[in-house]
T-cell receptor, first 111, second 115 residues
């Protein structure tokens, strides 16, 4: 089992719809959770970080964390074509400083 | 404030050659990371450092070496390049690895091809 698994893509949604991206992790000591967006040929950029169980909202983006289920998700409301990218889930073991990324989910938002 | 810079941007190596990928950050970050990203895949951690003089192996360290003599620099050394090392290499840094200070900032990447 991979340490960090993301729902296999590609994921395609129409403009204005809600895109749902999911991530599960296996290491219970993971304490920090991140969603990065990566456009083709570019480096990853931070979308959201979340540390506590529950929801965290930032504009059109909502991250959800459930440590008991070892699950973190990202919802994108009112999806725009500019949201088309690969979304990477990352977890950090803050004790060791070690980070682990998932393989990413590619999202396409169709006009 | 340039953030994280990487050189070179592109490089072609022949099998068996060696090279050093440079990474520098000007944000006074303690933590630095090297990742590789193969086509269609996520980031695999090669090595990381929690401060000057301290380095540790990540998920895929074989064939690579690192050093961290200063806070700013974290070079990655490839010895005896192999085609399996063809990839895009990203360097990243963060201030710390605890709440609210563990966001990683990435450099632009180095695209390496080994023929």
């Amino acid at each position: 089992q991979k340490e960090v698994e993301q729902n296999s893509g590609p994921l395609s949604v129409p403009e204005g719809a809600i895109a749902s991206l999911n991530c599960t992790y296996s290491d219970r000591v993971s304490q920090s959770f991140f969603w990065y967006r990566q456009y083709s040929g570019k480096s990853p950029e931070l979308i959201m970080s979340i540390y506590s169980n529950g929801d965290k909202e930032d504009g059109r983006f909502t991250a959800q964390l459930n440590k008991a289920s070892q699950y973190v998700s990202l919802l994108i409301r009112d999806s725009q074509p500019s949201d088309s990218a690969t979304y990477l889930c990352a977890v950090i073991d803050t004790n060791a400083g070690k980070s682990t990324f998932g393989d990413g989910t590619t999202l396409t938002v169709k006009p | 404030n340039a953030g994280v810079t990487q050189t070179p941007k592109f490089r072609i190596l022949k099998i068996g050659q060696s090279m050093t990928l440079q990474c520098t950050q000007d944000m006074n970050h303690n933590y630095m990371y090297w990742y590789r990203q193969d086509p269609g895949m996520g980031l695999k951690l090669i090595y990381y450092s929690v401060g000057a003089g301290i380095t540790d192996k990540g998920e895929v360290p074989n064939g690579y070496n690192v050093s961290r003599s200063t806070t700013e620099d974290f070079p990655l050394r490839l010895e005896l390049a192999a085609p399996s090392q063809t990839s895009v290499y990203f360097c990243a840094s963060s201030y710390d690895a605890v709440f609210a200070t563990d966001t990683q900032y990435f450099g632009p990447g180095t695209r390496l091809t080994v023929l």
